[in-house]
Structure formats: structure tokens, C-alpha cells
């Protein structure tokens, strides 16, 4: 990954020294301009001209809204009904204007539109913050140039034209895709910030050209006129063609001109510029696509329960139509009709016993109306609801709010919550992920000298795993009381503070630390307070120039041609400046793994300075220059063990010569070559240069640990999610990570998948492409299969068996995914605890990724932090985007956001279990009461001769899901949890609980609609039989059809609910409120409707004041009814969790035993260390499961 | 710990936030085998005797049923009951013999209950208007009354299916030779009488068609006061249903005999419905069902069973809750 980056920098580097001939060359695209595709014509200045405003070009203006004020209603309604559920609905809805309604049309479309309008309320909340970010962008200022007053007035962005002139200042954003005319600087550079647009944090160099980099006072641009033919507007980031004619001339443009829309100006003061793409058109906005959208599993899932009571639906209509027909057929027999009370021989069709089949028919449609209930209308709006507040939670929690960088948690899509309890195995970035990304100078050997006495933090856990014991463990953070410099944690007396010139190689500690100043590409820059900051790509080049800062080289200018340091000077010992002309850079690469520069010093020595992977400079080193070689190799051999990214320095002098000479004019040709081996050339050129180095030492940088990553990785191995990391690193880095960060733990077993083979390396020189690719697949294979072999060894022998890390990289993770392997490696994967890939690209992270999630078919998370994550984020079932020092490109990427690492652990043990237990049970909830309310329905229907008369009035049916209901069920996803985060992270195999879903397969949904359709059973007939056919209360009145539905439905609230309370067990006022609110609210509901005139309250006319409430028989039937329906759950729930205990209901059980401490000091607890009891427990416990262990893992192979 | 630590801590207490970090103070039962055992045992022992006392209740009302639509039709039409009940010129008195086998106390119910009549059939439950029945003839929005709205033209009050079947037979009560007292006022619901049936609202045009369906109505008698017709309005709730027809206000004694007259005018032999006339004193909870008390004694002596159960297995099967050879994820490797 460094290497990617370095890369990049790199390229502008080298136009950096070449700008001397620098010409944009026409390629062969230019020739295309004007054609289709590039017919383009920007009149530059000249924003009102009538050619320019015939074209018509776009504005300014930029909207992200999915929807506008005019298509609002059509469009969100439109979305809202692509919906399965919601389209019955709606079809119900405008069948019920016809006599095929059971119910009033109001009552359906009531709970409909809440529902739906509900449902649009919220996409309006989010459209609208969209929005405003939109008018915030839109009316941010930019100065235009005004050729009336000639001079640059204030403009807001949304007014900008096509080809207006524009002034763009420091740290300002562009406003608009714009060709670059001139700089503050003479020769019309400036340099961009491209974070928004690739997270790249690297500064590019922009350079006008030449014609117009003159340009710099108001009056020159008034006269400037010129036309710009260009290609029309697209989403290619990385090209640009077009032709500028000015003065009766053409200029071909390139990308180098080229200033992007949310790009922004650095390090230049202002820049002026032509404003070409607006708006829309603009490269990022063409860029803009939507996100991959994710669906959870759970969320497949109740589409296919959805699907399965759409069926129980029909069946249930089928056959309440065929008892209607057969019913209805009976109704005449010969000139006889059976019930005459019906008048069926006056009747409609509906009811019409001579076409029997077809009122049997509509009486279908009545049916799949009536039964209607079995589909939650309200199970989508309510999921989401409690979606959006369980997010607000995440976002709100203070235990992952990152103080350092002021970032909390957040949840960007509220849809992936329950996913998050679900996950299997996490894909993980390294650099900036589990590591800080910030490189601190720590070591370094000097002629064979080692130097730096600090101890890093994988040597603090190398030792713990070793067993040693450790002399108090040194607070790294705060040395040398607070005047710790960022990147830099040398402490070494012999060299700091000017102590090195008393050394016995002084001589050679000043060439070393000459070169970490000079052999770099860093640009330095004054803050106000004086001090210099240096602006470098890669964070190691930083460490570098600030280690040599601090110890006495302070690089402080750099131009074109020449880097300026204040050094000591040895022999008067004060501060003297020395200039450095810098001749040639000679670029870093992934292929050279080394870079340097040629210099010329003070003393007009010719020198070339040179810093690279160890493997490469050692190589090279001329005979007198090894002089240190075996100590240098061992100190960077014990760096490395240590975690530390080492390089090694070296110089050399050239002889100014013809020799020198004529390699110069070779390379200077090789670099304004425009081939497409220009590349091989240069760096053959470099290589005959970089030869006979003499070896001055190594440098040693920690890429430091994230705070708390051993933990929090600690934590989730034991919830049994499987780790991957993903690094750009190499083998022994990675691995040296990997024990740090124990994903490698002392006892597990390496395997090593590597193609460093001496053969496969030997067929690579001979250049032979497929005999190499093919070697390389047959010995993967090989490596591949023996590994299995070792683990099913280690199965069947260990005792107990060991655990396997996998370590596997880019080269041959290429030929392990390919097709005829891809199912052998990942089933190895499989069986390792940890898998390390190594050198791996960001495509291929992305590939693993899908392979990893195919395989396996579980829940992937993926996490990172950089541009080269976006492709792993987006791929994975969930990307989590560190918010941290890489741009923002992963967090946009991501569907989480987190400030650290560490806060992983919370986010899956605690709010992951949480949200998926929450959702799980609010879905087989929901099921379970929409079954027990539509299947009374039924019942009832048996004993109206199905001729689809509802139990109860309409009005009590329609609130049924909005009211009495909906508040508890809401409860439950928003607040419910089965224990408390404390012991969800003390216990993390509580989280095995989501991954196997044991709390939403399909036996468990069953049994919740089992539980529905016994309730339903119980509540009907224990209700008739037992308020119907007698008196029901003492003055000798007997039960109607209202009271019947009264009562019934009164029975169904109070056992709905009471269910509610007794599957869960955590009660809050809230859960009290809603859940005794609820019930309360039906008898309120019933004196206010009943209330009403009877005219509009029909059946519920005074039912409960008159009838109901002066009946003990109703107050003792309810009674009955509810604990009978109550019964069977609890039953079952008491035997389960004595016999069956879940993990849950252990912990609950330990807990309310007192053998668990819940209240609390959480807080202070998490922050601070286990305590060794709990530690042993917890060990005692894990490795009791590790032996009953059933590998869930093997069931894949 | 300094003051402000400790004064931040107790911000860091108040309400909202421990809302946002969801640990609001929770009451968390957790149905541990005391709990399970202790609510089970408090059930079996709150229900056992509350059936006990509804059955005691439901037992101390007395009933008189007696079925008379078989018996009431001379053996003559018994072939072709639907053709006797529909011919008019057949006289349908029939007297019927009630033997009291025990002291009824006043006031005696009489109701009526007929089976297999489906009031709550939809097409029958939607035929009628309330609004009419409430305004009469100013209101005419009655096309919900199809198909018993107009005849010859004119709106019929009261329309609709519901009222055009009203029940007609009439029963007469006597004992040793002089009749009972049966009040027929307030047997229907105040609320209906007032509210629901129009004061000022007249029959009319009330079973004046080719096909009659129930009883007549007297059309000098508002609505409000036609109880009969009221409680008949009043839609039952299932197929097999009794509907009050008046109180007899005297003690009946044991061995009392009470010859009934009655009219067998009303329809049921086309759908061979059941007609039976029901005398019934009440308790303080209605009428006589031992089906309620036998189901708490049943629900009781359940959870009586299965505490005992529970804690024999209780018992049985002592285990540590440590112990998690049953969780799912470990469930597996035992079977293997």
C-alpha cells in the first residue's frame, strides 16, 4: 500500500525536475476533438458571448436530492410501492369501495396512509439534509473575474457560467472543473489536494501552460480571449483532451491543467482559472454513483416469511371461499331456498346460490381482504423506525466517541444494524487500521552502532508472549516530559542534544543523517509560529526528515534545484546553513524498492545518496563499503522481529567525470523520451548509477498499534469471528503485526504460502511469463494441499488440536483465487483462526473479500481506513471506515464509521448483538401477533358460514397495527436487550448467538407462528364458549356480536402484549409505558369511539360502559383467556431455560444469582484492565468450550 | 477521585445520559426455576378456586329448555314442516308442559334460542340502516337495506333483512289455570332504545310485499318502544343463539307444572333450525355455563402439574448453569 502511494507521489516528482521540458505533447486523441464524443467549446471570458450562450451549458447549480419539491409525492409513492406487502395493501385498499370489502374503505386506507406517509415523512427527513448540504455547497463564495469593473467580485458557486474566470485562494475548494492559467507562483504551478476525490492525502502539482502562466494582473486578463475545444463531459478522473486556441494558436490540454471540482488549492496562494465543466457536469459529480445498496439477511429473510403468509393467505381464503360456495350452493334446492332470511332470490351475485363457483370466486377477493391481517402492514415502517433510532444510539454512544480526533461512532446506513450481531469474519485492513499510520523514527544503526532505547509496543507483547518478565514498562507516549515531537521517538543519549560528535564513527552519523535530510521528497513549510512543518507523502519520509531535524540537520527550503539544511558545524559548532544542488531524483517504485538522489554539497563533491529495502542496497554495496554489513543485518533482523519497518542508507561519491557526464546526458534523454519503456529505460539508467554504495546504517520506524487493538482483537477471536488481514506489507512486517496485535498467538501453527522459491524466482529472470505462471499455480497448489494435510493431521492427533494462522501473499494469493484453486484455499482458510495476506492489492482485497463471502455464506465485515479499502468496504457484507487520518474516502465508502479500531469490539459484541437480537425478535413478534389477530378472524369465519363477516368492527381491526400493538413492538427494537454491555463484552461467546442466527432460523419462526395460531385457538373458543349461548350478566341479558368482538378483542390486546413482556426481560418505564399503555389505550380507545353517535360507532356504540364493563363474566373471562394463551410460552420458556439454557439465559441466570456484577462501574471497568480472577474465569470457561468444541467451520468442507 | 472527577460523574448520571447509553435502570426477572415454580404453584392456586366458585355459580342457576319446533308441528305436516309453517290458514297454536324440577327464584328469563340461523352472516348483518332507523322516512341513504328497501315504490321502515325476518312466535305462560306475569319492558338495551331506534319513527310499509318474511309490526308504536324487534336487531353473535323475550316476575316452586301456548309461526324447518324456549334464573354472573368454571380448574390443575413437574426434573437433574454442553454451537459436537 505504501508502495501505491509512493508510486503516485513519485510521477509528480519527476515532473517536478523535468520541468525544463515539460511540453504537453498532442497524442492521438487530439485529433479527435470536435468529433463525437469531444464537441465541447468553452469561449474563455467571454461567459455572455452569444455562441457561448446558444450552448446552453449546465449551471453551477448541483443538486443531490432523490427527489425535487415537484415529484416529490408521485415518485416517493412510486418507490413505496414497489414494495410486495404495500401493493396488496393498496389493491385492497381500492377494492374496498367495492361491495367485495369486509370492512368500511376508511378503516383500510387509514392505516395504509399512516403507514405510507410514515414511511415518505422519512425519506423527506433525509432528502431535505441532503438538500441542505446542497445549498450549503451551492452558495459557498468564489471570486469572478467582472470585465466591466475588471476586477474579481464575490460570486456564490451556483452562479458560475462556463467560461468565466475565476480566482481561487488558498485552502480554498475549486468550485467547478477548471483549467489552470496562472499561479501566484511565476511559472503557473500550484498544488491540489485530491482527499475528496481518490483519498489520496499526497499534494499533486497542477502546471499551466506556458502561454498563459503569465497572465497574473486583472488588466492583462481583460484582454484575454481564447477558445477551448474539449471532450464532452465524463466520469474519467484521470484524463483529460482538449486544445486551447489563443493568439492563432493551438495548445493541447491535458490533465495537468486541469483543476477538479472538490479538489482543493495548497501550499499556493491563488490560482486563476477558466471554469470549463459545471455543475453536473463536473468529473466528481459524473463520479457520483449510488453506493452498492446491502440488504441484511434477516431482511431476506422475512421476505421469504412474508412470502410464506402471502400463501397461508390464499390458503386460508381458498378455503374459506370453498365452505362459502358450498354453503351458498346449498341455499337452494329445488324452488325451496334454505335460509329464506337471506332472500336469496333477490340477491347480487356475491351472494347468489345459483352461480355458486362465482360467488365463490369473489368471495376469494373478499377472503384475501379480510385474512389481510396475517400480512403486518406495518412490519416495513416499523423495522425502520426502530432502524433509525437504534442508529441515533450507535451514533450517541459515549463509550465509542473518540476523543482524540472528536469523531463518535456513526451508523451512515440505519439498515445493516442487525447485521452487524451476524458477523462471521472480519476483513481488516493494516496500515491506519489496526496501526496508527503515523511512522515514529525509533531506532536506527549506525556503523554497526545500534542506536535508540526505546521499547516499542510490539516488543512489550513479543516479550509478554515469550513469557519474560518486563522491567516497568516505559510510558512510550509521554517522553521526556511533553516536548515529544510528533513522529519522532528516538531517545538516546549518545546522540541527542549534539552528543553524537563525541562518538567513535561521529563522521558517519553525519552522512547518515545528511542523507535522511536531503534523499526525500518532502517539501517544508513556515507555520506562523516559525516552526517547520514538512509536508510528505508517505508518514515514513516524515519520520525521516523530522528525526534528522531533531538531531541537528534541519532541512528548511527546497526549490527546483537546490534543499537547504542548517547543520552543526563540527569544527565552530554553531549553526551554518549548507546548500545542496539537487540534480537528479532518482524515484522510488515498488519494482526498485529503493530510492535516491544525486547532489551536489557545498564542498562541490559530487555525491549520490540512497535509501531502500535492505535486500536491494546491501546488494549493491561496493567492497570497502560493507564495513558494517553483518552488524547492520542483524540490527535490522532484531528490528524487524520487532515490528519495525527498516531501511538501509547508503551513499556514494561519483567522480565528476565524462563518465558521470555521459550518463546524465543519457538519463536527461531517457526522461523526455515519450515511449512507452521510457519507464524501463530510466530505471535501467538508474540502476547502472546506484551501484558501489558504501553503508552507512538503517533506520528503523514503528508503525505504531492502534490503542487497545490486542484487546479488542483478543475479544472478538474469542466470539469466535475469524480475522483476516489484508496489508500492502510485507511477509515479515505483517507477521511481526499479526503477534502484536495477537492474531498470532503463541502455539498456533504457521502456514506459510509463498512463491519466493528459488526456482519460481529462477524461471521469473528468464522472463518466460506462462512457464513461470504456471510453475507458480502448480506450487500454491502444492503449499495449499500440504497445509491441509497438516490440519487435518493436527484434528485428528492434537490434543487439544493447535490453531492454524495462515499467512499468504499477493503473488500467490493471485494464483490461490484462481478458478481451478480458489475452493481448496478458501477451504484451508477455513480452518485457520487467522489469515495474514500479504502484499496484496486493493483489487485484491476486494476479491478476497467476495470469495470470502461466497464461500463461506456468512456475514463479512470488512474495515479500513484508506482509498484502497473503498473496493474491500463496498464488496463486504458491512464496511466499517476508520475515521482516521487517511481522507475521508472509506468513510464515505463505508455503512459504519468508528474512530478507532477498538471500538470494533462494542460495536459488534455489544450493539451488533443487541440490534440483531432486538430485530430478530421484533419480526417473529410481529408475525406472532398479526397470526393471532387474523387467525381469530378465521375462526370466527367457521362459524359465520365464511360468508366473510369480521369479528369486530372495522375502526378496532384498522388500529389493531397502529395503536394498541405498535408502541411495545418498537419497545423491543429500540431498547431491548437481554444483557447488559458489560457482560455482553465479558461473555463475547454471547455474539456466537448471531452468527449461527439462532435466534431467527426458520424452526424458531415457526414456532412463533405455531405460538400465534394456539393463541388464536385459545382466545376464539375459550372466549364463545365461554361469554355465548347463557346469560351474561345477572339482569339476564345475553352476549351479542359486539360484545363477542369486544371481548375477544380485548383478549387479543392484553395476550399480545402480556407476550411481549414475557419474552422479554428487560423492562424500563419505557417498556412499562408502552407495553401497560398499550392495553390501557384499547379501553380508553373503546369509551371514546363508543362515545361517539351510533350512528358513526355502529357496533361499539356504549359496548363497554353499558354491556361490557358491569359484566364480571367478561372481566373473568379476559382473565382466563390471557393466562391460557400465556401458558404455553411460559412453559416452554421455563423448561428451555432450565434445560436448554441458551447463552443468554445463562448469563441472565448468573447474573441474577449475583455470581456476575452487572451495575456500574461499566464504564470504568471497560477502561481499565481485567482483574486476574475474572481473566482466569473467562480463560477457565473458553477453554472448557475449546474442548467440547464443534468446529462450526467444518460443516463448509 | 477529586471533587470535579466526582462531580462530572454525577452529570455524567442524570437521566438523558444514561437513556442515550441504554442503561436507564431496568427491572431484568429472569425465570429462575424459584420463579418458575412459585408462579406456576400461585396460579394453579388463584385459578383452582376461582373455577371452583363460577362453577357454584354457573350450578345455582336453574334452566328450563324445552324444544318445540319438532313437537309443535301436527303429525299430519310433520313430512313437510316447511309447507305447515308457511300456510297461513293452519292455526299454529301449541302448548307445551314445563315441569320445574327445582325452586326458580324471580325474576325468571324467558328467552328464545334458535340454532343454525346465521344472524352473522355478512349479507344479512349489512342489510339494514341504522341512520333509518333512527330518522325513518326523512332519511334515505338506505341502499344498504337490499334487498328489503321499497316495496311498491316506497321506502320501507324498518328496512332491511334483519328486520324483515323478525321473530313472531309468542309464548303464553300458565300456571294452574292463571297466567304469569311476563313483563316484556327493558328487555332490550337502554342504549339501543334511546339512542339507536328513533322516538318519533313509525312502521311503515312494514311486511306489505308478496313474500313475508317474520313477524308484524304494530305501526302506531315508534320504534323506540318495539323491544321485540330491538333485541331481534340486536345481531347475534354465532349460529346457535337466545334472545330474551320477557321475565315472569313470581317464584316458580318445584314441581310447578307451566303450560305454555304458544304461536309456532316462525320459519325454521327450510333450514332445519332448532326453536327452543328457555326459562332461566341468574347469577351474579349471568346464566348457567360450567363450561368458564371447568376451564379455570382445568388452566389451575395444568399449572399445579407442570410445577410439579418442573420440580422433579428440578430435582432430577441438578446442574451448574456453567455449564454449556447444551449451547447450540456445542450441541453438535456431542451428536457427532
Given amino acids: 500500500m505504501e508502495m501505491t502511494r509512493v508510486r503516485k507521489r513519485s510521477i509528480h516528482l519527476s515532473k517536478l525536475y523535468s520541468l525544463a521540458c515539460f511540453r504537453p505533447t498532442p497524442t492521438d486523441e487530439h485529433a479527435q476533438i470536435g468529433q463525437k464524443g469531444y464537441s465541447r467549446v468553452v469561449y474563455c471570458n467571454e461567459p455572455d458571448c452569444q455562441e457561448q450562450i446558444r450552448l446552453n451549458y449546465r449551471g453551477n447549480y448541483v443538486s443531490t436530492t432523490k427527489y425535487t419539491a415537484v415529484n416529490f409525492i408521485p415518485k416517493s409513492l412510486f418507490e413505496q410501492f414497489r414494495r410486495v406487502a404495500n401493493i396488496y395493501f393498496l389493491v385492497a385498499a381500492c377494492v374496498s369501495f367495492s361491495p367485495l370489502a369486509p370492512y368500511s374503505a376508511p378503516s383500510l386506507l387509514v392505516p395504509l396512509i399512516v403507514v405510507i406517509g410514515a414511511t415518505m415523512a422519512k425519506e423527506g427527513v433525509e432528502d431535505w439534509r441532503r438538500r441542505l448540504q446542497d445549498v450549503e455547497a451551492n452558495n459557498r463564495k468564489v471570486e469572478v473575474y467582472d470585465k466591466r469593473s475588471c476586477s474579481f467580485r464575490e460570486s456564490k458557486w451556483k452562479n458560475l457560467r462556463v467560461g468565466d474566470l475565476v480566482k481561487v485562494h488558498k485552502d480554498e475548494y475549486f468550485p467547478a472543473d477548471i483549467l489552470l492559467l496562472s499561479s501566484s507562483y511565476e511559472d503557473g504551478v500550484c498544488y491540489v489536494d485530491t482527499m475528496n476525490l481518490d483519498g489520496e492525502t499526497n499534494l499533486k502539482l497542477k502546471h499551466a501552460l506556458e502561454v498563459t502562466s503569465s497572465l497574473h494582473d486583472a488588466e492583462m486578463l481583460k484582454e484575454f480571449r481564447a477558445v477551448i475545444k474539449c471532450e464532452d463531459p465524463n466520469e474519467h478522473l484521470y484524463s483529460f483532451v482538449g486544445t486551447l486556441h489563443y493568439d492563432c494558436q493551438q495548445y493541447p490540454l491535458a490533465l495537468q491543467q486541469i483543476l477538479l471540482r472538490d479538489s482543493k488549492l495548497k501550499n499556493t496562494d491563488y490560482i486563476y482559472g477558466v471554469v470549463i465543466f459545471t455543475g453536473h457536469d463536473t468529473k466528481v459529480m459524473q463520479n457520483a454513483t449510488d453506493p452498492p445498496s446491502k440488504r441484511t439477511r434477516i431482511e431476506r429473510r422475512m421476505d421469504k416469511i412474508v412470502y410464506v403468509l402471502f400463501s397461508t393467505l390464499i390458503l386460508v381464503s381458498f378455503i374459506g371461499s370453498l365452505f362459502f360456495g358450498i354453503e351458498t350452493k346449498k341455499d337452494i334446492s329445488g324452488a325451496n331456498y334454505r335460509r329464506w332470511y337471506l332472500r336469496s332470490d333477490k340477491t347480487t351475485v356475491f351472494y347468489d346460490p345459483r352461480r355458486a363457483s362465482l360467488s365463490g370466486f369473489f368471495h376469494f377477493l373478499t377472503g384475501l381482504m379480510l385474512y389481510g391481517y396475517l400480512i403486518p402492514i406495518s412490519l416495513y415502517v416499523s423495522i425502520e423506525i426502530v432502524k433509525v433510532l437504534q442508529s441515533i444510539f450507535i451514533n450517541q454512544d459515549r463509550a465509542m466517541y473518540d476523543e482524540e480526533t472528536d469523531r463518535p461512532a456513526h451508523a451512515r446506513t440505519s439498515n445493516l444494524n442487525e447485521e452487524l450481531g451476524q458477523v462471521s469474519t472480519i476483513l481488516s485492513d493494516k496500515t491506519g487500521t489496526l496501526t496508527c499510520n503515523s511512522m515514529e523514527f525509533v531506532k536506527c544503526s549506525i556503523a554497526g552502532t545500534a542506536y535508540g532505547r526505546g521499547m516499542t509496543e510490539v516488543e512489550i507483547a513479543l516479550a509478554r508472549k515469550r513469557g519474560e518478565r518486563l522491567p516497568e514498562p516505559m510510558p512510550i507516549d509521554d517522553v521526556d516530559s511533553g516536548t515529544s515531537v510528533k513522529g519522532f521517538n528516538f531517545r538516546d543519549e549518545r546522540i541527542m542534544n549534539g552528543q553524537w560528535v563525541k562518538e567513535p564513527h561521529s563522521d558517519v552519523i553525519q552522512k547518515f543523517f545528511r542523507v535522511l535530510a536531503t534523499c526525500h521528497t518532502a517539501v517544508p513549510e513556515k507555520t506562523e509560529s516559525g516552526e517547520i512543518v514538512y509536508e510528505a507523502e508517505s508518514p515514513d519520509e516524515a519520520a525521516f526528515v523530522i528525526a534528522a531535524k531533531e538531531v541537528g540537520f534541519q532541512f528548511f527550503v527546497r526549490n527546483q534545484t537546490s534543499i537547504k539544511l542548517h547543520e552543526l558545524d563540527l569544527v565552530s559548532g554553531k549553526s551554518v546553513e549548507r546548500v545542496y544542488k539537487l540534480l537528479h531524483v532518482l524515484e522510488f517504485s515498488s519494482a526498485r524498492k529503493r530510492m535516491s538522489v544525486i547532489v551536489r554539497n557545498p564542498e562541490n563533491q559530487l555525491l549520490l545518496l540512497a535509501k531502500g529495502a535492505d535486500s536491494v542496497i546491501f546488494e549493491r554495496l561496493a567492497k570497502h563499503g560493507r564495513a558494517f554489513e553483518a552488524q547492520t543485518k542483524e540490527h535490522i533482523d532484531r528490528y524487524s522481529e520487532a515490528g519495525l519497518r527498516t531501511l538501509a542508507i547508503a551513499y556514494r561519491e561519483l567522480d565528476d567525470d565524462d563518465e558521470y557526464r555521459l550518463w546524465e546526458e543519457e538519463f536527461m534523454k531517457a526522461k523526455t523520451y515519450l515511449t512507452a519503456d521510457q519507464d524501463v529505460l530510466v530505471d535501467e539508467l538508474a540502476d547502472r548509477i546506484e551501484r558501489d554504495l558504501i553503508l552507512l546504517g538503517a533506520t528503523a520506524v514503528e508503525d505504531k498499534l492502534q490503542k487497545g487493538v490486542p484487546d479488542c482483537i483478543d475479544k472478538l477471536a474469542k466470539a469466535r469471528i475469524r480475522i483476516w488481514v489484508l496489508t500492502g506489507d510485507k511477509k515479515g512486517t505483517a507477521i511481526n503485526i499479526g503477534y502484536a496485535c495477537s492474531l498470532l498467538r503463541h502455539g498456533m501453527k504457521q502456514i506459510v504460502i509463498t512463491l519466493e522459491s528459488p526456482e519460481i524466482e529462477a524461471l521469473e529472470k528468464r522472463g518466460d511469463k506462462e512457464a513461470t505462471a504456471k510453475a507458480s499455480l502448480a506450487s500454491v497448489a502444492q503449499q495449499i494441499c500440504d497445509g491441509k494435510s497438516q490440519v487435518a493431521r493436527e484434528l485428528l492427533t492434537g490434543e487439544p488440536p493447535a490453531e492454524f494462522g495462515l499467512i499468504i501473499d499477493g503473488k500467490s494469493l493471485t494464483f490461490a483465487l484462481d478458478k481451478s484453486l480458489v475452493n481448496r484455499f478458501m477451504d484451508l482458510a477455513m480452518d485457520c483462526a487467522t489469515v495474514i495476506c500479504c502484499r496484496s492489492s486493493p483489487k485484491q482485497k476486494a476479491l478476497v473479500t467476495r470469495q470470502v463471502k461466497s464461500v463461506t455464506s456468512k456475514t463479512t465485515l470488512a474495515i479500513g481506513d484508506g482509498a484502497n479499502d473503498v473496493g474491500m468496504l463496498q464488496e463486504a457484507d458491512i464496511g466499517v471506515g476508520i475515521s482516521g487520518v487517511e481522507g475521508m474516502q472509506a468513510v464515505m465508502a463505508s455503512d459504519f464509521s468508528i474512530g478507532q479500531f477498538r471500538f470494533l469490539e462494542r460495536l459488534l459484541l455489544v450493539h451488533g448483538h443487541w440490534c440483531y437480537r432486538r430485530i430478530a425478535m421484533m419480526i417473529c413478534y410481529f408475525f406472532y401477533k398479526n397470526i393471532t389477530f387474523g387467525f381469530t378472524l378465521f375462526w370466527f369465519e367457521a362459524y359465520a358460514s365464511f360468508s366473510g363477516q369480521p369479528a369486530y368492527n372495522d375502526w378496532y381491526m384498522s388500529c389493531y397495527n397502529v395503536f394498541f400493538t405498535s408502541l411495545p413492538v418498537i419497545a423491543l427494537g429500540v431498547f431491548d436487550q437481554d444483557v447488559s454491555a458489560r457482560l455482553c463484552l465479558k461473555h463475547p461467546l454471547l455474539y456466537q448467538e448471531g452468527v449461527q442466527d439462532i435466534l431467527f432460523n426458520w424452526l424458531r419462526i415457526l414456532g412463533w407462528m405455531f405460538n400465534g395460531v394456539l393463541s388464536s385457538i385459545i382466545i376464539f373458543f375459550l372466549t364463545t364458549n365461554s361469554i355465548t349461548g347463557q346469560a351474561f350478566r345477572r339482569d339476564g341479558q345475553v352476549a351479542d356480536y359486539a360484545v363477542l368482538g369486544v371481548t375477544m378483542y380485548t383478549c387479543v390486546v392484553w395476550a399480545v402484549n402480556c407476550q411481549m413482556a414475557l419474552s422479554i426481560n428487560y423492562f424500563t418505564w419505557i417498556q412499562h409505558l408502552f407495553i401497560w399503555g398499550s392495553i390501557a389505550l384499547w379501553y380508553i380507545f373503546l369509551m371514546v369511539y363508543g362515545s361517539l353517535p351510533p350512528t358513526l360507532s355502529t357496533t361499539a356504540y356504549k359496548v363497554l360502559v353499558e354491556a361490557c364493563a358491569p359484566s364480571v363474566l367478561y372481566w373473568i373471562t379476559t382473565l382466563l383467556v390471557v393466562i391460557s394463551t400465556l401458558l404455553p410460552l411460559f412453559s416452554y420458556r421455563a423448561f428451555q431455560i432450565r434445560f436448554r439454557p441458551m447463552e443468554h439465559d445463562r448469563i441472565q441466570i448468573l447474573r441474577s444469582e449475583g455470581l456476575e456484577q452487572e451495575h456500574d462501574t461499566a464504564q470504568r471497568l471497560s477502561e481499565s484492565p481485567e482483574s486476574p480472577e475474572t481473566r482466569i474465569s473467562s480463560d477457565l470457561i473458553s477453554i472448557r468450550i475449546d474442548n467440547l468444541r464443534a468446529s462450526p467451520r467444518r460443516k463448509n468442507s | ?336
Wanted: aromatic share 14%; with cysteine.
Fill in chain 2, 1 to 336: 477521585m477529586t471533587d470535579t472527577d466526582q462531580e462530572r460523574d454525577r452529570n455524567k448520571e442524570t437521566a438523558f445520559y444514561k437513556f442515550t447509553q441504554q442503561t436507564l435502570p431496568a427491572c431484568k426477572p429472569v425465570l429462575t426455576p424459584a420463579w418458575v415454580i412459585t408462579i406456576f404453584l400461585f396460579t394453579g392456586c388463584i385459578f383452582i378456586p376461582v373455577g371452583l366458585v363460577t362453577l357454584r355459580a354457573s350450578r345455582s342457576v336453574v334452566e328450563i329448555v324445552d324444544r318445540y319446533d319438532a313437537e309443535c308441528v301436527p303429525e299430519s305436516f310433520r313430512i313437510d314442516k316447511v309447507s305447515y309453517v308457511q300456510d297461513d290458514s293452519i292455526p299454529k297454536n301449541c302448548s307445551r308442559f314445563l315441569k320445574v324440577h327445582k325452586y326458580m327464584k324471580a325474576p325468571i328469563y324467558i328467552y328464545y334460542q334458535l340454532d343454525n340461523y346465521y344472524q352473522n352472516h355478512r349479507r344479512y348483518v349489512k342489510s339494514r340502516s341504522d341512520q333509518q332507523l333512527l330518522h325513518g322516512r326523512k332519511y334515505h341513504g338506505t341502499s344498504s337495506c337490499q334487498p328489503v328497501e321499497f316495496n311498491n315504490d316506497h321506502a320501507i321502515v324498518p328496512c332491511g333483512l334483519v328486520a324483515w325476518s323478525l321473530f313472531n312466535d309468542t309464548f303464553k305462560f300458565i300456571r294452574e289455570r292463571a297466567e304469569l306475569k311476563v313483563n316484556r319492558k327493558n328487555i332490550a338495551w337502554k342504549s339501543d332504545r334511546d339512542h339507536k331506534f328513533g322516538k318519533k319513527v313509525y312502521p311503515y310499509n312494514f311486511q306489505n310485499g308478496t313474500l313475508i318474511g317474520g313477524g308484524k309490526l304494530n305501526p302506531r308504536i315508534p320504534l323506540s318502544d318495539q323491544e321485540d324487534l330491538i333485541v331481534w336487531m340486536r345481531i347475534s353473535a354465532l349460529p346457535s343463539f337466545r334472545k330474551l323475550y320477557g321475565r315472569i316476575e313470581e317464584d316458580l316452586d318445584v314441581d310447578d307444572v307451566v303450560v305454555v301456548h304458544l304461536m309456532n309461526n316462525y320459519n325454521t324447518y327450510s333450514f332445519s333450525g332448532k326453536k327452543k324456549l328457555v326459562l332461566s334464573t341468574s347469577s351474579w354472573l349471568g346464566g348457567k355455563n360450567d363450561f368458564l368454571g371447568l376451564a379455570y380448574v382445568f388452566v389451575g390443575s395444568s399449572s399445579l402439574i407442570l410445577a410439579l413437574v418442573f420440580m422433579l426434573l428440578h430435582l432430577r437433574y441438578r446442574r451448574p448453569y456453567g455449564d454449556t454442553i447444551y449451547l447450540p454451537w456445542n450441541r453438535k459436537s456431542l451428536s457427532v
